[in-house]
């Protein structure tokens, strides 16, 4: 039992690489799938805390927590429950440590652009967590308590000063009739940490987070099936703290309010053996609402809301053959959103999106199978964007197969880089305008006489496209017996019209006024290694390592053509050499994990994961536009956690860990990282009888 | 004043013959000028160094410019402001040429895209340009135009490597030269560091010059 849950058999079926029930033995991509017990064996409460522990992803920390994979920003990786899209981005990274991963029964992650089949945003890949269907009768609680003290090192329960943390879960599964459901409940009480930039000071900053999700499953006589998924999320966060400013104490309080909404009807519906209808329907809201306001001066409150919503309804058809399967879609989606920082909340800005999508799986006997697939997606704000992909897996030997795949990803402008409308008062006093407002308002500011300088970049200003990305991966997986897996893979995108911001003018004043342009081509390019290896049953060890190469292409060509300088040690400038460079900023060159595993027939654990990340560059501080060996890094580090398992009974289990035992924190460029965190959890579970195995 | 200036670069000239003989005591933090061969460095000069901050929070200096002379290598006092015995005059971001609205030299300015060393002669159609104070300056001011950089969010600023500045000094003679740092003992400090120390250390100025005192366009 435990080697099938470690070791990821070539058995074990996933949805994402096909948009259909595939064994991971027959698919074309390698997915990396996370199953439920790993994610409670290392303790993990949030998307964030798993998704951490994973080959080739790391955590970015700008605007809540993002992912960064094969060297992608986070706005590339689109992130699914149950196959649809979780909406509610900020600056477009969707906070990972928001979503909750109970009630979560795996995690597939599919690296490379993917958009052939979800369209906007699969850039860099797809996370899919697939939610738990309504099972047979089950309660199951359960209670954890950590306490973490980033100052002293170990933290002292129940104590004020600690950074303390409750998360309660409770499962219900039950039956009315033929009708299935299941509960999940999940709170969790927390002191976060600091989010201020250029601060030493930790401030607790208490979370209140509470998600609801709920499965309802009908089967419709022997043919037709009908599921329900819904789910809410409510954070609230509330802190009060000072800022020195010159000499000056400001005593401020803030508080975050977030809601977001989804449920999902899907309609199952088998023609024949041959023909399978679904029918989905997706409906999604997220607001998030920020107040921040000084004590001393209460009439001086600053209030920040978002409002997105996502309605998509969905049709897919598979037709299965002996040999081949062709998967096609349509579907229809309507975006809205309304936020302060665009012209007007009360101005509602909106994007229609139909696609439609198609995939042939072709078998060529037992050694190949070849997917060739594309999809259109028309959006009314701009133009279409058509992304196929083409992907082989060869098997050479049972023990040895090879996979191959080259792809088309794009990303959507979204509505900040069309709408946003933003004037910064407090940090040097820039704006930000959407591509839709920046010349009509420049254009205004300058009839006013309050520009004082247009930049060349200002006459580039034209409506915004989407950005596009191609990707190859080669992967080969030997499994000399079954207890060893050894996976290599090697990667490479390349990236066209990316969104950056850039300068447009500047006012009389001297503020920096920026706009939005498809300026950059980028590349990144890697190799991603992963060991797998059952020991006597009782031990397994799991290796990771992955190492990113990545470049701006306009930077790279002015390297070579000898246009960029750096400095000497005495500060003389000299021609910059290849070798200087480092490429695109806020990447780690390598990353690794080890995560060893005892686990013996009585479920009794310890689980140790070693994680390690090395240095990452955060400013670039020689004044040449381009980030270089001399500029400023985040160091490298290691990160232990240790979790250990004993069931009491065969209704209770207790769990005690270690999260960063060896205290590892930055609080400038990973303030999400908390420090070394102790933890209890007790769970009690009842099943019915006939759930067991 | 400058007596003591003096005596500050006559030490550390004597420091860098002796310094078999003498430990080391030089001041990093010390404004300094230093000659070896042909280039001139000067370190630490004072550029209307920040005093306090404004009604709305921001730091300011006190609006004096400090005057320096190409040729003689020599931090000039205000009251000679308005003669030809300096070359430039610095406050803060905005570097002057003895010329027009600044002066009434011969000088004039003008930004060259690439190193130091590489400059071996100003070609013959450069054209100087001329400071129209306080609206523009023969050197630009601004981040990204002339010789620095400024980044909002850690609210430091740096010399851009590769931009050599040409200058026609008060008596039309010609220098170049290049910015080096911006920050008091010539290192920039971290981008974590706090922002009571990058107002603090700011606006000290780190420069190499080559002066060529024969008229011609050489160096």
Same mark, same amino acid.
């Given at each position: 039992m435990a080697q099938a849950d470690t070791l990821l058999s070539l058995e074990e079926v996933v949805v994402t690489a096909t948009r259909q029930e595939r064994r991971l033995g027959n698919i074309t991509i390698p997915v990396n799938l996370i199953q439920r017990r790993i994610i409670q064996q290392a303790g993990s409460l949030r998307l964030k805390d798993i998704l951490q522990?994973? /080959?080739?992803i790391q955590l970015t920390s700008n605007f809540g927590t993002g992912i960064q994979m094969q060297g992608l920003n986070p706005e590339h990786t689109l992130i699914l429950l149950d196959g649809q899209p979780l909406i509610g981005r900020t600056s477009g990274v +969707?906070?990972?440590? &928001?979503?909750?991963? =109970?009630?979560?029964?795996r995690i597939e992650i599919v690296k490379g652009p993917s958009s052939s089949l979800y369209g906007s945003e699969a850039m860099a890949g797809v996370i899919n967590l697939i939610t738990e269907n309504p099972s047979l009768p089950l309660l199951e609680a359960s209670l954890r308590y950590g306490v973490a003290d980033p100052d002293q090192g170990w933290g002292v329960p129940f104590k004020n000063n600690s950074f303390q943390q409750t998360e309660a879960t409770v499962d219900a599964s039950y039956s009315i009739r033929k009708l299935k459901v299941k509960h999940n409940n999940n709170l969790l009480f927390a002191d976060g940490v600091s989010f201020r930039p250029f601060s030493q000071v930790r401030v607790p900053r208490p979370i209140h987070r509470i998600t609801h999700q709920t499965s309802i499953q009908q089967n419709l006589g022997n043919k037709a099936g009908l599921k329900i998924l819904g789910r809410i999320n409510q954070d609230r966060f509330q802190q009060e703290f000072s800022v020195s400013n010159n000499g000056m104490i400001i005593d401020s309080y803030g508080r975050e309010l977030n809601n977001e909404l989804n449920i999902q009807p899907t309609l199952f519906f088998r023609l024949s053996e041959k023909i399978r209808l679904h029918t989905r329907g997706y409906l999604t809201s997220y607001s998030g609402d920020q107040l921040l306001r000084f004590v001393q001066k209460p009439d001086s409150s600053y209030r920040d809301r978002f409002e997105q919503r996502l309605f998509r309804i969905e049709e897919q058809i598979d037709f299965k053959k002996e040999n081949y399967t062709i998967t096609a879609g349509v579907g229809y989606q309507v975006e809205q959103a309304n936020s302060t &920082?665009?012209? =007007? +909340?009360? @101005?509602q800005k909106q994007n229609n999106v139909s696609y439609v999508f198609a995939q042939w799986e072709l078998k060529g006997g037992d050694k190949w199978i070849s997917i060739l697939g594309a999809r259109y997606d028309h959006h009314t704000l701009f133009s279409g964007a058509v992304t196929p992909k083409w992907s082989l897996r060869y098997k050479a030997k049972p023990s040895l197969s090879f996979t191959a795949s080259v792809g088309q990803g794009f990303k959507a402008p979204d509505f900040r880089q069309l709408y946003l409308n933003f004037t910064n008062t407090v940090a040097g006093g820039y704006s930000v305008f959407g591509t839709q407002d920046a010349i009509r308002v420049i254009n205004a500011l300058n009839r006013l006489g309050q520009i004082a300088e247009l930049k060349p970049d200002f006459t580039k200003l034209t409506t915004l496209s989407p950005e596009h990305a191609t990707g190859i991966n080669v992967s080969a997986q030997y499994t000399p017996t079954p207890a060893i897996t050894w996976q290599v893979s090697i990667f490479r995108n390349d990236i066209q019209s990316l969104i950056d911001v850039r300068q447009v003018a500047t006012r009389v004043d001297g503020s920096q006024l920026f706009s939005y342009l498809n300026v950059n081509r980028a590349f990144t390019q890697g190799v991603e290694t992963s060991f797998q290896w059952q020991l006597q049953k009782k031990w397994s060890i799991n290796a990771g390592y992955q190492l990113l190469l990545t470049g701006d292409k306009e930077e790279w060509e002015r390297i070579k053509q000898g246009k960029e300088y750096i400095r000497e040690s005495n500060g003389s400038s000299r021609v910059m050499n290849k070798k200087d460079y480092i490429g695109l900023p806020n990447r780690s060159k390598q990353q690794a994990q080890l995560k060893i595993k005892y686990e013996d027939k009585e479920s009794r654990y310890v689980y140790m994961r070693l994680l390690y990340r090395s240095r990452w560059t955060v400013a670039n501080s020689n004044g040449n536009g381009v980030h270089d060996v001399q500029d400023e890094y985040a160091k490298g580090f290691m990160q232990l956690h240790i979790t250990g398992g004993l069931p009491l009974s065969n209704t209770i289990a207790l769990q005690a860990g270690i999260d960063n035992v060896l205290n590892y924190q930055d609080v400038f460029y990973l303030p999400n990282v908390a420090g070394r965190t102790v933890f209890v959890t007790l769970r009690a579970t009842l099943e019915s009888k006939q759930s067991k195995k | 004043m400058r007596a003591i200036l003096v005596s500050a670069a006559v030490l550390l000239s004597i420091t860098s013959c002796e310094k078999d003989k003498l430990p080391k005591t030089v001041d990093q933090r010390a404004y300094a000028v230093e000659t070896i061969g042909k280039i001139t460095t000067v370190k630490n +000069? /004072? =550029?209307?160094?920040?005093?306090g901050t404004n009604s709305i929070g921001q730091p300011v200096g006190a609006g004096r410019y400090s005057f320096f002379s190409l040729e003689t290598g020599q931090w000039i006092s @205000?009251?000679?402001? @308005?003669?030809?015995?300096?070359?430039l005059a610095f406050a803060g971001t905005v570097v002057r040429i003895n010329n027009a609205t600044s002066g009434p030299g011969a000088g004039g300015a003008f930004v060259f895209n690439g190193t130091f060393e590489s400059l071996s002669s100003i070609s013959a159609d450069s054209v100087f340009r001329l400071d129209n104070h306080p609206v523009a300056y023969a050197i630009p001011r601004g981040s990204g135009r002339a010789w620095y950089t400024y980044d909002g969010p850690t609210n430091l600023l740096t010399p851009i490597p590769g931009r050599t500045l040409v200058i026609r000094t008060a008596t039309g003679k010609f220098a170049k030269v290049e910015m080096l740092n911006y920050y008091r003992g010539g290192q920039t400090p971290s981008a974590t560091a706090a922002d009571s120390v990058k107002t603090r250390d700011q606006r000290f100025l780190h420069f190499r010059y080559t002066y060529q005192g024969n008229g011609t366009t050489q160096f």
């Open positions: 522990e994973q /080959p080739g +969707l906070d990972v440590s &928001r979503i909750a991963v =109970a009630g979560i029964k &920082r665009y012209d =007007a +909340l009360a @101005n | +000069l /004072p =550029a209307d160094t920040i005093i @205000n009251a000679d402001s @308005n003669s030809t015995k300096w070359d």
